[in-house]
């Protein structure tokens, strides 16, 4: 059952960043106006610059830095190498010509000039708190067990340091691995959900680098927003309006968190609804669309859905969950050793 939700963590990664890919970084309004209801894979419009190279069902640099990270996991064998994510992703940026088009965040490109330019990663700054770290996380869920939040948070950092070593960028990146780890170890959504918040504080008070508000503080607004609107187009203006729906990590994975409370887990359901809300909806689809799907497994993804994404991006996900699986388990025995 396990490797079943690591799978529904890729799947749904995938299936929240295809869907919410055509309205990415549009305003509410204009997604509306557009689109009417997006309720299944469209292809980029050409108007919209950062979705325009997107054709139908084609997932976004999102799953495709989260897979650069999970191929660095699979060379180290289950270890995280932050020089090998790094080379990865700029492989991947190199190849798509990502500097030319408007797909990396102003962190990731920074970033990735200096990796470009052969500086180390131990010696990049990158205190930016946008969510290019919390965006690629859901690998990070699938590997690492949570027996011990502080190596938790000390790993997801170091994955997360080619492009993003500020605290919120970091505590971001552990809300959403941490949710799927749980979710992957078989914990229910009430459960898992209630204690983000002190592990969203824990993980951005570890060490301070910004002058930030809280995140965990945003959660609990998230929360709060999706569990009392009044219905579902209400709940939406709401984290749109309240939360944020930008491509800070303070407002994308707090909307995220919110997002899969107001689908009710139904990975199907939050990815439409991401795709829907208004602003980073493909980054914030990904991330709530791989918690739900790690929730309830990958027989919860649409099958037609599944498909389309199988058809058109040709990839082996099942190698990925059968992998991280492995690694997870040598994890876990390791700390049950005395």
């Known amino acids: 059952m396990m490797e079943n939700r690591i799978l529904g963590a890729f799947y749904g990664q995938a299936l929240g960043d295809a869907m919410g890919m055509p309205s990415e970084l549009w305003p509410r309004s204009r997604v509306k106006a557009h689109f009417g209801w ?7 419009p050409a108007e919209n610059n950062a979705a325009c190279y997107f054709n139908r069902a084609e997932f976004t640099d999102d799953t495709s830095m989260a897979l650069a990270l999970a191929d660095a996991i699979i060379e180290h064998h289950g270890a995280v190498n932050p020089d090998t994510i790094g080379r990865n992703i700029l492989r991947w940026a190199e190849g798509f010509d990502a500097f030319n088009k408007n797909v990396l965040g102003p962190t990731s490109k920074i970033a990735l000039n200096a990796i470009k330019q052969g500086t180390p990663v131990s010696e990049l700054e990158n205190n930016g708190v946008t969510n290019g770290a919390a965006m690629r996380a859901s690998p990070l ?3 690492l067990p949570t027996h011990n939040l502080d190596a938790f948070i000390d790993e997801v950092a170091l994955a997360s340091s080619p492009t993003h ?7 971001g990146a552990v809300v959403i691995a941490w949710a799927i780890s ?3 170890e078989g914990r229910n959504w009430e459960t898992i959900c209630d204690e983000l918040p002190s592990i969203a504080r824990h993980a951005q008070e570890k060490r301070v680098t910004t002058f930030n508000a809280s995140l965990g503080a945003r959660i609990e607004l998230a929360l709060n927003v999706a569990r009392t609107a009044r219905g579902t187009e209400s709940g939406m203006e709401q984290v749109y309006h ?3 729906t930008g491509t800070s990590t303070i407002e994308s994975v707090a909307a995220a968190i919110a997002m899969v409370e107001l689908a009710q887990t139904n990975p ?8 829907n809300l208004g602003g980073d909806t493909d980054t914030i689809g990904a991330m709530a669309t791989a918690i739900c799907g790690a929730l309830h497994g990958v027989e919860s993804i649409d099958s037609e859905l599944k498909r389309e994404l199988d058809d058109v ?5 099942m190698r990925y969950s059968r992998l991280f699986m492995g690694y997870r388990q040598q994890r876990e025995a390791q700390n049950e050793c005395p």
């Open 38 to 44: 997006i309720d299944r894979f469209l292809p980029g």
């Open 141 to 143: 869920g699938c590997l």
């Open 165 to 171: 070593k500020s605290d919120l960028a970091i505590s």
């Open 182 to 184: 749980k979710a992957i």
């Open 242 to 244: 309240l939360v944020g």
């Open 268 to 275: 199907n359901r939050c990815a439409i609804l991401c795709a």
């Open 313 to 317: 991006n040709q990839l082996d996900f």
